[in-house]
């Protein structure tokens, strides 16, 4: 691979990892810091690349993206009423809203599976009127989506370390102590589950603007993705305050996907394999503390069995 064609696959990572670690930030959010695993959100990323696609295709580009936004806390707001008022656990909270997100996606798209864009103005291209003449010329994607990610972390860093931020924070870490000091967990998980899956639903607008199209399957996958990236990040920048480990998400999220681009273009891995990559990631990160308490244990069976075997051997 030559230099340009690295830096071509370094741009596009950097324009997808951008974009993608908007959802990174949002289980950042939800999973790290609320303790709930949302596996609401291919649904609601598709919620907002449709909602926003529909209102973009309408001639209201910059609507499109508060109203994505919108789109997303509501998402956040019925998985979290599952969980707190109706008692159903978080996991198939997430997979009941995922579920009946199909319908509604395809209900905001008019009943097709595509919202072509082509023709259409967007927030990149209204960006690129602006940059024209300026050495950021023709950087509209990278310039969009990192002035989202910046506010994105800049809010979470403020919000995280307000008094409402900290209750939620609590709420991930002890519920029980959290009810004991008369803060509301339920208020708490649907406000953190609202703002992450508002996060989540701007991930996704910006995605379908980017691509000039939003398709019904433009989500599928995309928490195994982001929770990948979450782990890679947590183990490049896990330790510290808020703002470090949300740029260790953002980080995350621009390796992963560099790497990937780097094996597509380099004919390691054909496209398909990335769902089955990007699963074994979450699975061996998930599994790597456990995996660690149990080597002593693991080490010590082996030995046994290396020692019987000898022992049989004379």
């Not at 900290?166 to 589950?193: C, W, Y």
């Amino acid at each position: 691979m030559n230099l340009s064609a690295l830096l071509t696959v370094s741009q596009t990572a950097l324009e997808l990892g951008l974009i993608c670690s908007l959802t990174v930030l949002a289980l950042f959010l939800s999973y790290s810091m609320l303790n709930v695993c949302d596996l609401s959100t291919d649904g609601c990323f598709t919620l907002g690349a449709a909602v926003g696609a529909v209102v973009a295709a309408a001639g209201h580009p910059l609507l499109s993206i508060p109203a994505a936004m919108l789109a997303g806390v509501t998402s956040g707001f019925v998985t979290a009423i599952l969980q707190t008022k109706l008692g159903i656990e978080s996991l198939l909270a997430g997979i009941i809203v995922n579920t009946g997100l199909y319908s509604v996606n395809m209900a905001v798209m008019a009943g097709a599976a595509l919202v072509n864009l082509n023709k259409k103005d967007t927030v990149f291209t209204m960006v690129k009127d602006l940059l024209d003449g300026t050495p950021l010329a023709g950087q509209q994607n990278i310039v969009v989506a990192a002035v989202a990610v910046i506010l994105t972390v800049a809010f979470l860093t403020l919000f995280l370390n307000t008094r409402l931020g900290l209750a939620i924070r609590a709420t991930g870490n002890n519920p029980d102590m959290v009810r004991s000091s008369s803060i509301n967990p339920v208020f708490t998980t649907i406000v953190g589950l609202c703002i992450a899956n508002a996060f989540t639903g701007l991930s996704g607008c910006l995605m379908a603007q980017s691509q000039k199209q939003a398709e019904i399957n433009i989500g599928t996958g995309m928490v195994t993705v982001a929770l990948a990236s979450l782990l890679i990040g947590a183990t490049i920048l896990g330790r510290g305050g808020i703002f470090t480990r949300a740029i260790g998400m953002v980080l995350g999220a621009f390796i992963f996907r560099f790497v990937y681009a780097i094996a597509l273009r380099l004919d390691i891995l054909p496209a398909f394999m990335l769902k089955l990559i990007s699963a074994v990631i979450v699975a061996l990160a998930i599994a790597l503390p456990y995996l660690k308490q149990q080597w002593p244990t693991i080490r010590r069976r082996l030995s046994y069995k290396r020692a019987a075997v000898a022992k049989g051997g004379d």
